[in-house]
């Protein structure tokens, strides 16, 4: 509340500099009126104006990897970040919005010979730490969160098979990956708005050698 009422104290000075630059002299009685009133009204409506610009959901993306004993996959993982607490938008009541529709899908192609592996498309499952069941979801909603606890599973490593696998989706049959050096592109639809991005792994002939290969290598 006070940090509102020096907005508006700061506000109506503005205002009244303006009035001074524009007509030479200080406002009369029912002139502060009126500058009172555009004040309050403009502190009032900055907040709105501010939450609809800066309080958009923000997709960040973060590509790593799992271990956990002979298991490896790689992961990307996903956040929709909340503003900076004790910022000058917290105070103003600005806060992130939730992104209400989430899904994403990526084509693998094997560098070198630009052979398509994924037919072109696979639909990704996003699985979250919220998700009792584990199965992960095709389209989901993703709230303000500082946790990366939502992810994408892209390829993982089968030790029978000694090969890593891409996952089936609702439609295609599980891709094995060869020995070699891939690139994939992810598309995110973000409330139906495409966001493409784009990295490369290297798979070899262990679980140690699946791994993302880093933007500035």
Known sequence: MGFSFIAILF???????AFVGVFGRFPDNWEWVG???AGWGIAMGTPTVFQMILGRPKLLTDYDRHVRDQERALIIFLKN???????????????RDTIVSLSASFCITEIGTNKVMTEPIMHARIYSDDDPTESGSW??????????STSIMVAMWDDTKKKAIVLPDRLREPVELTIGVYRIE??????????KEFRTFNVGDKADDLVWVKPHQ
């Open 11 to 17: 506000l109506l000075a503005i205002l009244v500099l």
């Open 35 to 37: 500058i009172v009133l």
């Open 81 to 95: 970040p909340p503003l900076r607490k004790r910022s000058i938008w917290d105070r103003l009541g600005v806060r």
């Open 139 to 148: 389209r989901i909603a993703l709230p303000p969160t500082f946790s990366w």
């Open 186 to 195: 992810v598309v995110f639809l973000i409330e139906g708005q495409p966001v």
